[in-house]
């Protein structure tokens, strides 16, 4: 056994005894440049929904393990290409839209929507020069359900066999996924760990202590509120509290009348979160990327079934900023106790962190020995 081996195999085993990773995991720029490379250029990043790659031309752009992406809707299906033009390296398309060509705006290299290399300005004059030689390099882009993901390994198990059984839980809130309507996509910065944030999202420990109003609307009791890890993807579920329902809640709450009667909280390795609230159909996605070890960077898109009032989506949307902002404040807290390193590891509830210390356990597995 190597010497690598042996320090994974210690820290997996004090995990198991509630022990956590220690402080400089959450700190340390080698740590993020090793999570880029072995764990996010080897996983599928959430890149955008289906509904705006439906007709030929189509393309969203978004970024895997550092690497700027894009998704084409050709006449064969999805294209996933590294949106980085084989000429100079500037990004060939920016943001989302429809193309009948891709057009680098830097010296107007011109690619298929298959990413094959059609037209170069005076190339005609330049020595051994093939147009094939320099497509648009290709990865992997899979839909599940409505969602598009991209990943840079070829050898990676597919979207489908990782997060596939997620739909099927979602179908079970009253959420009816090719139904969804888009409503907006907001980017967001904060200043913790990608970990620190999604390990705050894996838990509802602290949810009665530090959402009031979210501990209003959903029942985060122990005995009702479940949290199960799947392998690639972990779920939480809590029912809709009776005195919400019955407008009784302590306090002033959106109308979480509706269909959906449980939230659902799913997490997708390494980092997507898709979220439901009790109420009219609804959903959000969201993304955490790490902006070097101290501070994290991620969108968040939000999606409702038809005929939602614009009344209600702002109300939940509002009602998720708030839950976010508290969640904010509370990593961030976090992170300033990393960063002093004392004390250098935490120690879990065993029975209510388990998913935290499931996923502390694929990130020591992913990334090995530090
Ligand atoms: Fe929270």
Redesign the pocket.
């Known amino acids: 056994m190597t010497l690598r081996a042996d320090v994974s195999a210690t820290l997996l085993a004090a995990l198991d005894r509630g022990e956590s990773l220690p402080a400089r995991w959450y700190t340390d720029p080698s740590i993020t440049e090793r999570e880029i490379a072995r764990v996010f250029r080897k996983s599928w990043n959430y890149i955008g929904p289906l509904s705006q790659l439906v007709d030929i031309g189509d393309y969203v752009t978004g970024y895997a393990g550092g690497v700027p992406v894009a998704v084409v809707r050709n006449e064969n299906g999805l294209a996933g290409l590294v949106n980085v033009c084989r000429h100079r390296r500037h990004e060939v398309l920016k943001g989302r839209g429809n193309a009948k060509s891709l057009q680098c705006g830097y010296h107007a290299w011109t690619y298929d929507l298959a990413g094959g290399l059609k037209r170069v300005p005076r190339s005609a004059s330049e020595p051994n020069f093939n147009l094939a030689d320099f497509p648009l390099l290709p990865i992997r882009a899979e839909a599940v359900g409505p969602f598009v993901f991209v990943n840079l390994d070829p050898e990676a198990p597919t979207a489908a066999s990782c997060y596939g059984p997620v739909l099927d839980l979602i179908a079970e809130s009253g959420v009816v996924l090719h139904t969804l309507v888009h409503y907006g996509r907001e980017e967001w910065r904060s200043n913790a760990n990608w970990k620190t944030m999604l390990e705050?999202y894996l838990e509802c420990y602290?949810?009665a202590v530090?959402?009031p109003g979210f501990n209003a609307a959903i029942d985060v009791r122990p005995d009702v509120y479940t949290l199960k890890a799947h392998g690639y993807f972990s779920s939480q579920s809590g029912p809709v509290r009776p005195a919400a329902l019955e407008g009784k809640a302590k306090r002033k709450l959106y109308d979480v009348s509706g269909v959906v009667r449980q939230s659902q909280y799913h997490f997708l390795w390494p980092n997507v979160t898709i979220n439901i609230n009790p109420g009219f159909p609804n959903l959000s996605i969201d993304v955490w990327t790490p902006d070097g070890p101290n501070a994290t960077r991620g969108f968040s898109e939000q999606f409702f079934g038809p005929g939602v009032s614009e009344d209600f989506a702002k109300s939940l949307v509002s009602f998720n900023k708030q839950?976010a902002a508290?969640?904010d404040a509370?990593t961030d807290s976090v992170q300033r106790g990393l960063i002093g390193g004392l004390p250098d590891t935490g120690r879990f509830l065993t029975n209510s962190e388990h998913l935290v210390i499931h996923f502390q356990k694929m990130i020591v597995e992913a990334v090995g020995e530090s």
Do not use: M, Q
């Open positions: 705050n602290h949810c530090a959402h839950v508290e969640d509370l």
